[in-house]
């Protein structure tokens, strides 16, 4: 590693086995790598720092407030509270609805569905449908745009509750021994 002030944090950008990766976290003793390609490496440090190709290419500089930030987008749905997936799930399905019109987000999905009136795009603004999602769920209409723009940067992890996701501390970075 190029001096010793260069350290991984999550968001770095390395070269390792003849790929860019980005570190994503780091757990019970191990570094987990994605490259651009998706291929997941989980490493033990040394075995990462001691690789031949081994390079740090450009360190993060994160410009976010909160740890759980950081977390939610490079965190990987598998890795998920049981029931906390089910609920972004969830969300997804109404935030379709009021998009398109349709659970599934594609017209004709299932066939013979159409959307119910409040939602049909051919009869309502999309304002109105967000407006009538809000109040069906319970929550302001500003939240669910919120979370329709979160969606859209993001996709499904974007509609994760943030409340829910534990963010790494120290102590998930030691060695289990």
Same mark, same amino acid.
């Given at each position: =590693? %190029?001096?010793?002030?260069?350290? !991984?944090?999550?968001?770095? &950008? #390395?070269?390792?086995?003849?790929?860019?990766?980005?570190?994503?976290?780091?757990?019970?003793?191990?570094?987990?790598?994605?490259?651009?390609?998706?291929?997941?490496? !989980?490493?033990?440090?040394? %075995?990462?720092?001691? +690789?031949?190709?081994?390079?740090?290419?450009?360190?993060?500089?994160?410009?976010? $407030?909160?740890?759980?930030?950081?977390?939610?987008?490079?965190?990987? !749905?598998?890795? !998920? /509270?049981?029931?906390?997936? %089910?609920?972004?799930? /969830?969300?997804?399905?109404?935030?379709?609805? +009021?998009?398109?019109?349709?659970?599934?987000?594609?017209?004709?999905?299932?066939?013979?569905?159409?959307?119910? +009136?409040?939602?049909?795009?051919?009869?309502? =603004?999309?304002?109105?449908?967000? +407006?009538? &999602?809000?109040?069906?769920?319970?929550?302001?209409?500003?939240?669910?745009?919120?979370?329709?723009?979160?969606? *859209? *940067?993001?996709?499904?992890?974007?509609? #994760?509750?943030?409340? &829910?996701?534990?963010?790494?501390?120290?102590? $998930?970075?030691? $060695?289990?021994?």
């Amino acid at each position: =590693m %190029e001096g010793s002030s260069r350290k !991984l944090a999550i968001g770095t &950008k #390395v070269l390792f086995d003849g790929e860019t990766c980005t570190v994503q976290g780091f757990a019970n003793g191990t570094v987990r790598l994605r490259s651009h390609a998706g291929k997941l490496f !989980l490493l033990n440090p040394r %075995e990462l720092v001691g +690789a031949e190709d081994f390079e740090v290419l450009e360190d993060f500089e994160s410009d976010v $407030d909160e740890p759980s930030d950081v977390l939610l987008h490079t965190a990987e !749905l598998g890795d !998920l /509270e049981p029931g906390v997936r %089910e609920e972004a799930e /969830e969300r997804r399905v109404h935030l379709n609805e +009021a998009i398109t019109g349709y659970p599934s987000g594609k017209p004709g999905e299932p066939a013979g569905f159409s959307p119910r +009136a409040e939602y049909d795009p051919s009869e309502t =603004m999309m304002t109105q449908r967000m +407006a009538t &999602k809000a109040n069906e769920l319970g929550i302001s209409a500003p939240k669910l745009w919120r979370l329709k723009k979160r969606y *859209e *940067e993001s996709g499904l992890m974007g509609l #994760v509750d943030r409340r &829910k996701i534990r963010p790494l501390t120290a102590a $998930d970075r030691l $060695d289990s021994r």
